[in-house]
């Protein structure tokens, strides 16, 4: 039965998009079909939770592509996690995408949701992937369909864009990842992702470093440095598709694939033998580096591109630190970080469609008149702060108690420091927003069309949401953190 | 003897009867009719032939009952009966590919000799692996060298006669070295029986004639693969024949050399000697410069066939770079990397062919805009450029995994990256299709949708769809590969 | 081996050798046709010259003779010489066709012509 009902998971979007592409001519059913699939994946997901975190972990075997390498499925707590936080943003992305699309009058819709469908699809199959090799196929698959999203205006800057995109992350995934998953496969004699790991005990310290940063630098979404420069050459692409796939669906993809793999592959007992010092380091240096080029941004979706690396780089380093409480933090600061992140780049692209402003200079007084809008950009600032009562005050706090547990000063200092600078590049925004005169020869405006706000006012609310009540969450974080360290 | 007995013989006699037959048919549909039924005989007869193997081990026939050594052979094991399916397999879903095809490409009163030369050509390659006999190899390298010469200066444009003309000059010279080599094996072993050759050369002492014969034949075969720096004919050949003609050998021609250098080097020298003989290193330095000198020059081409091409001399690279690893698993990765470039191939040529029927040209400006135009065809030749690229997925996919695989077991890790390397060059050029396809306009922005049609499209979709399939299912393709390759390295010395 | 085998191998490496260089090194596509030719002759040559045995004769059999000259490679020859010919046939036909496409056999010219049509 609950083969079923990852069955159901895995077909829904796929539906979705077959539906979106019949109702290509009628706008109103097509929107109607996203909205529609995306609540019933919700649903269907919160079905399986009382399962997983029971202990049961579902299983769906599809195909043996080559002898021992299956397509495999399995529901454990992390993937459970991330499938629920990318359907649940899919649908508050289908309520401002249609406000979005169709308030900057965006040829090509039924090509956006379309992919947006299959890119859901791709998520929730990595998601719930049972071995590297399935988790490689839908990764790859993700890069491809994301592609047209990026470069959906279709001049030669979306062309450049897509270059970029794809140069890095199909640079990255042939080079390092496919090798690195190769390598486990021969290693090992197989790729599934089980507690404790699978590569064999007496593994060389050496290799295991070399193999973790095949892994790592391979698996191009999670922007590490220097293979982050994809992320803001996405920016080409309309907001919307900034939004989720590049806060929610595409560098969560990335680093939930290097907390399973760090989880599931290597394990953290074989891991705890090898040196990631250089692993801690390079996170480090993205978190601070990244932050200093968001400071300097004056295009809003720029510094929220170079925020997006830095945050990304958090869970990394609180992988790295190795202990079941830095992973507790690592899995909570990839819902929190996308629930934010999210909020922000809608907040973002809903002033690009009620003024046409798309720099952080000209938005002085802005939250007069567009308050809904500019007070989830607070509520977002907030969460990436890390600041109570918005959901980035939890998991980053069970990251710096991860990190102080190991007595690692190093990490502390970063998330500080950083924490700080968070600070600075965002919360001057709000400030000018709010407390600054509107420019005399602005035009008046006011807020954007409702669905845009209706999606701000749903993802700003699950922000706060997941600080007052982070049940579901927490729950799933530490049957994974706990769960696997047995 | 039962019909079935038989099989080794009808597989080459069926093609080969149809060509006469076509000629004196005339008329270009009776032709075409007579070929595409013999195609599909030689098709049914494949299978039928790989079932047979599969139970019995190695097939012998034996021409005339005139028993081996003294009679001419043909001997079906694994590898050939591998072989005969693709070529088979390609031919049968060429065929209705070509009736619009060349209507537009090949002067009307030529059909049927189109035809004929089509059979001769299919004949040709089916008798090259079915035969276990040297001299009899050499006749059938012939005659289907001979019969594609023909058809790749039926091409429209009269850039086609030049290169089918140093086609012929550069393949009869690598067919010429390969009869030297073939010469100086008789000369000290007497026979040319294929098994009957490996047996007497094991006894043989004196190794220098027999090292001078594995070096004509090395080189002779190396100028009909196309091995890198002896490709030259190539490009031309392929861009400027027909497009249902570049399908065809595409996935054909260059496949069959292989095989018969891997028959020579495994079942008839014995991988002991050949590896000896630093073959190894040699193939393995030309496969690297092939893979990533050809997929650079595939980068900036203008010309899209002539990209495709180019590719072909790179993945003609892989396959020989399988070869040069000396193991079990590089076989392997070989093998089912020629049945994989073969068909996925040989749908991009279809597919091209099909967009040179509507656009005109198969320039890179020509195909600006195809997604308006075509696109059914462009989602296609993009499927088919993943599977050139190796995304998981696609059946190109199966092989590079098999090639990394292959070079790991060897430890050799900078193998490894070169590999993956030469796949992003891959991704360059696919990319230029895509860029030019999906975000130009096209030359003449009236053009309402107009895909090529059925019979063209239908078999270039299908081969397309199965290369997807290999993708994901490859008990098939890996299963024989590895089959093929354990036989061949079990029984050589 | 006698001084009649070294000669004919000398013969058949010079012919080869020669036929080779004129297919390299001529720009008429007629002559490189004929150095083909020539090369491949030099092939027919390294077949049937190893046959003859000293003191060999007609292979049939006969009770006065022990010793005959080998007729397999005569055979082999044949195929190989018919084969030569339809090459050379078809080779001949593609010059023909190219004249006509070109008006000239010249491989230099020939290029220059496409590269002014371009």
Not at chain 1, 17 to 44: D, K, W
Not at chain 1, 344 to 369: C, E, H, M, W
Not at chain 2, 281 to 308: T, Y
Not at chain 2, 311 to 317: E, K, R
Request: glycine share 8%; charged share 10%.
């Amino acid at each position: 039965m609950s083969t079923d009902s990852i069955a159901v998971c895995l077909m829904l979007p796929l539906a979705a998009a077959g539906g979106i592409a019949l109702a290509n001519n009628r706008p109103n059913l097509r929107e109607a079909v996203s909205l529609v699939a995306s609540a019933a994946l919700v649903l269907a997901l919160l079905g399986l939770e009382p399962a997983v975190l029971a202990g049961n972990r579902p299983t769906l075997d599809l195909i043996e592509v080559m002898p021992g390498l299956v397509i495999a499925f399995e529901v454990e707590p992390l993937g459970l996690l991330f499938a629920l936080v990318a359907a649940f943003l899919w649908f508050a992305s289908a309520v401002y995408s249609i406000g979005y699309m169709r308030g900057n009058g965006e040829a090509h819709q039924t090509r956006f949701y379309l992919c947006f469908a299959l890119a859901l699809a791709a998520t929730v199959a990595i998601a719930f992937s049972a071995n590297a090799f399935t988790l490689l196929l839908f990764y790859e698959a993700l890069t491809f369909v994301t592609y047209p999203l990026v470069t959906h205006h279709g001049d030669a800057e979306a062309r450049n864009g897509g270059r970029t995109y794809l140069a890095f992350l199909l640079g990255t995934s042939v080079l390092f990842l496919l090798p690195a998953v190769i390598f486990t496969w021969h290693a090992a004699g197989t790729t599934d992702f089980r507690a404790g790991g699978i590569l064999p005990e007496g593994m060389a310290p050496a290799a295991a470093a070399v193999l973790l940063a095949m892994y790592v630098f391979g698996i191009g979404k999670a922007a590490l440095m220097p293979f982050h420069r994809w992320l803001p050459a996405a920016m080409v692409a309309p907001t919307p598709v900034s939004a989720l796939l590049h806060a929610v669906a595409v560098v969560k993809a990335g680093v939930f694939s290097i907390v399973k793999i760090v989880v599931y592959l290597f394990g953290l007992d074989l891991l705890g033998g090898v040196s990631t010092h250089w692993l801690t380091a390079t996170a480090g240096f993205t978190v601070i580096a990244a932050s200093v080029v968001a400071l300097g941004a004056d295009n809003l979706k720029r510094r929220l591109a170079y925020s997006t690396v830095s945050q990304l780089a958090y869970v990394v380093l609180a992988s790295a630190l190795l202990t079941p409480l830095s992973i507790v933090g690592a899995a909570l600061h990839i819902v929190s970080h996308a629930f934010g992140k999210i909020t922000l780049f809608f907040a973002a692209g809903s002033i690009y469609t009620a003024t046409g402003k798309t720099n952080v200079s000209q938005l002085d007084g802005i939250g007069l008149r567009m308050p809904w809008t500019m007070g989830a950009f607070a509520i977002g600032a907030l969460s990436m702060i890390g600041l109570p009562p918005a959901a980035g005050f939890v998991s980053k706090w069970y990251m710096l108690s991860g990190a102080m547990s190991q007595a690692h000063w190093a990490a502390v200092m970063v998330i500080v420091a950083s924490t700080l600078l968070n600070a600075a590049y965002l919360l001057p925004i709000v400030y000018r927003a709010f407390f600054r005169g509107v420019d005399a020869d602005s035009k008046p405006h006011g807020e954007a069309p409702l669905p845009i706000v209706l999606a701000l006012v749903i993802t700003a609310a699950a922000t706060l949401m997941i600080f007052f009540m982070p049940g579901v969450p927490l729950a799933l974080a530490h049957a994974l953190a706990f769960g696997a360290c047995e | 003897m039962t019909l079935s007995a038989h099989f080794p013989v009808l597989q080459v006699v069926v093609p080969l009867v149809s060509a006469p037959l076509a000629v004196l048919a005339r008329r270009a549909t009776a032709a075409y009719a007579i070929v595409m039924f013999a195609s599909w005989i030689a098709f049914g007869l494949a299978i039928a032939l790989t079932m047979q193997v599969r139970s019995e081990g190695v097939v012998s026939y034996p021409i005339g009952n005139w028993p081996p050594p003294w009679g001419i052979e043909y001997r079906i094991d694994a590898l050939s009966s591998f072989v005969l399916l693709l070529v088979s397999a390609v031919a049968a879903v060429v065929l209705p590919y070509c009736r619009r095809s060349i209507e537009h490409e090949v002067p009307r009163e030529q059909h049927y000799l189109f035809y004929s030369m089509f059979a001769l050509c299919l004949a040709g390659l089916l008798g090259i692996a079915a035969t276990g006999d040297a001299f009899n190899a050499f006749v059938f390298i012939e005659i289907s060298a001979l019969a594609s010469y023909v058809l790749i200066a039926l091409g429209r444009d009269r850039k086609a006669l030049v290169a089918s003309y140093q086609y012929l000059i550069l393949g009869t010279i690598g067919a010429t070295f390969f009869v030297i080599g073939i010469g100086m094996l008789y000369l000290m072993t007497g026979t040319l029986n294929l098994a009957d050759m490996s047996e007497r050369l094991a006894a043989t002492s004196d190794l220098r004639p027999v090292l001078t014969a594995a070096a004509f034949i090395t080189v002779g075969m190396s100028l009909k693969l196309a091995l890198f720096p002896l490709h030259q004919w190539l490009p031309n050949a392929y861009t400027y024949a027909p497009s249902a003609v570049s399908a065809f050998i595409a996935a054909t021609g260059t496949k069959v050399s292989i095989y018969v250098l891997m028959r020579f080097y495994f079942s008839v020298f014995g991988a002991g000697l050949v590896f000896e003989l630093a073959v190894g290193e040699v193939l393995l330095v030309l496969s690297l410069a092939a893979m990533f000198i050809a997929s650079a020059i595939a980068v900036v081409q203008s010309d899209f066939k002539k990209l495709l091409a180019y590719s072909s001399v790179a993945q003609v690279g892989y396959i020989t770079l399988g070869l040069s690893l000396e193991s079990v698993s590089g076989l392997t990765a070989s093998i089912v990397h020629l049945v994989n470039h073969g068909m996925t191939k040989a749908g991009l040529f279809m597919l091209v062919g099909g967009a040179v029927l509507v656009t005109g040209g198969s320039g890179m400006d020509r195909l600006a805009g195809l997604r308006r135009t075509m696109p059914l065809t462009s989602f296609g030749i993009v499927l088919g450029g993943l599977g050139l690229i190796g995304i998981p997925g696609t059946a190109g996919f199966i092989s590079k995994w098999q090639l990394v695989l292959a070079a790991m077991e060897r430890q050799e890790w900078w193998l490894v990256f070169a590999i993956v390397a030469s796949s992003l060059l891959a991704v360059a050029y696919v990319w230029r299709f895509v860029e030019v396809a999906y975000f130009r306009e096209p030359s003449n922005p009236a053009d309402r949708r107009r895909e090529a049609p059925a019979t063209m499209l239908v078999p270039a979709v299908m081969v397309i769809a199965a290369s997807i399939y290999f993708g994901l299912d490859s008990s098939l393709t890996l299963g024989g590969a590895a089959t093929a390759a354990d036989f061949l390295l079990g029984t050589s010395r | 081996m006698n001084q009649f085998g070294a000669l004919s191998y000398a013969i058949t490496v010079f012919l080869m050798v020669a036929g080779l260089y004129i297919v390299i090194a001529r720009n008429n596509l007629i002559k490189t046709l004929v150095g083909l030719s020539i090369f491949q002759t030099a092939v027919y040559l390294l077949y049937i010259a190893p046959a003859k045995l000293p003191g060999g004769t007609a292979p049939v059999i006969s009770a006065e003779f022990d010793a005959y000259s080998s007729p397999l490679p005569h055979v082999l020859i044949l195929t190989a010489i018919v084969v030569g010919v339809a090459t050379m046939a078809l080779g001949l036909a593609i010059v023909v066709r190219i004249y006509e496409a070109y008006g000239t056999i010249e491989e230099d010219e020939i290029l220059n012509r496409d590269r002014e049509a371009r």
